[in-house]
């Protein structure tokens, strides 16, 4: 069975010490196809906080795919983020900004959504989706997955700026025949299909280390692709002294209207509500 463990919004800076240890012994147990991380490694891209990151990764025992975060990037250093945004996160993190990884049931892309020139909202161009559709080829039955660190999708009411040209890639994305988009940001997470695009399920982990957690618990997602094509997502949430533990899974199934939640009523309401 494929099955994808998705973190996001780590902060090393601003992390909770007691949590890294129980996080990665839960990841080990749950034997992943591949790790996902959704960006922001750092809290502030200091050479300090990406060796704590780089230390973290290297402990992850199956394969990594990420991307990079707008906090990968200094935010108070302009020369070195607009001339150099990257440098920190290439030499700690991954050379490859926009990463892929595949299996006989599994094509996964990286998308670098981080704009150095508008650090907070996170950009999406015409380029990044028609290398994601080329990567996606000709439908083979795979499972087909967008990485990328800010939301294509957020609430209304959610006073943080809307990622530009979320609207047009999630309109690609859709008609290159991605199922499901991962993504961070926002520390909160969710599972629900895309209202513009219910074909695509919007995925979105909570924050699995920093001490901003916004209300909730620190999570990370676990995504089971089961033999039938169904999905499952199980959100894991950290608990005072017992580590990480799962919350219930909900299983989504692909039909002709897109994803729906099999047997729930519940087909909008985010995890964090059920948890
Ligand atoms: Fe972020």
């Given at each position: 069975?494929?099955?994808?463990?998705?973190?996001?919004?780590?902060?090393?800076?601003?992390?909770?010490?007691?949590?890294?240890?129980?996080?990665?012994?839960?990841?080990?147990?749950?034997?992943?196809?591949?790790?996902?991380?959704?960006?922001?490694?750092?809290?502030?891209?200091?050479?300090?906080?990406?060796?704590?990151?780089?230390?973290?990764?290297?402990?992850?025992?199956?394969?990594?795919?990420?991307?990079?975060?707008?906090?990968?990037?200094?935010?108070?250093?302009?020369?070195?983020?607009?001339?150099?945004?990257?440098?920190?996160?290439?030499?700690?993190?991954?050379?490859?900004?926009?990463?892929?990884?595949?299996?006989?049931?599994?094509?996964?892309?990286?998308?670098?959504?981080?704009?150095?020139?508008?650090?907070?909202?996170?950009?999406?161009?015409?380029?990044?989706?028609?290398?994601?559709?080329?990567?996606?080829?000709?439908?083979?039955?795979?499972?087909?997955?967008?990485?990328?660190?800010?939301?294509?999708?957020?609430?209304?009411?959610?006073?943080?700026?809307?990622?530009?040209?979320?609207?047009?890639?999630?309109?690609?994305?859709?008609?290159?025949?991605?199922?499901?988009?991962?993504?961070?940001?926002?520390?909160?997470?969710?599972?629900?299909?895309?209202?513009?695009?219910?074909?695509?399920?919007?995925?979105?982990?909570?924050?699995?280390?920093?001490?901003?957690?916004?209300?909730?618990?620190?999570?990370?997602?676990?995504?089971?692709?089961?033999?039938?094509?169904?999905?499952?997502?199980?959100?894991?949430?950290?608990?005072?002294?017992?580590?990480?533990?799962?919350?219930?899974?909900?299983?989504?199934?692909?039909?002709?209207?897109?994803?729906v939640l099999k047997g729930q009523e519940f087909a909008s309401a985010p995890l964090?509500?059920?948890?």
């Open positions: 069975m494929t099955r994808l463990i998705h973190l996001s919004d780590l902060h090393f800076g601003r992390t909770d010490p007691a949590l890294a240890g129980p996080l990665l012994r839960t990841i080990s147990r749950q034997e992943p196809t591949l790790v996902v991380i959704s960006g922001d490694f750092t809290q502030r891209a200091r050479p300090g906080q990406f060796e704590k990151a780089k230390a973290f990764v290297e402990a992850i025992e199956a394969p990594v795919l990420s991307v990079p975060g707008n906090h990968d990037t200094p935010l108070y250093n302009l020369f070195m983020r607009w001339l150099m945004p990257y440098a920190r996160y290439k030499r700690a993190i991954s050379r490859d900004l926009e990463p892929t990884f595949e299996t006989p049931d599994l094509r996964v892309v990286g998308i670098n959504t981080v704009n150095p020139f508008a650090w907070q909202s996170g950009k999406l161009s015409a380029r990044h989706i028609t290398r994601a559709m080329e990567h996606f080829g000709e439908d083979d039955g795979r499972l087909r997955v967008a990485v990328l660190h800010h939301p294509l999708q957020q609430p209304p009411t959610l006073d943080k700026p809307k990622t530009r040209g979320a609207k047009a890639a999630l309109t690609a994305l859709s008609a290159a025949g991605a199922d499901l988009v991962l993504s961070g940001h926002l520390h909160n997470a969710q599972a629900v299909p895309f209202t513009q695009v219910p074909g695509v399920l919007f995925v979105q982990a909570g924050t699995a280390l920093s001490t901003r957690t916004r209300g909730t618990p620190n999570t990370f997602n676990q995504i089971d692709l089961k033999p039938d094509g169904a999905l499952s997502v199980t959100v894991w949430s950290a608990t005072e002294g017992d580590g990480f533990l799962p919350g219930p899974p909900l299983s989504y199934e692909k039909g002709g209207t897109g994803w964090r509500a059920r948890l």
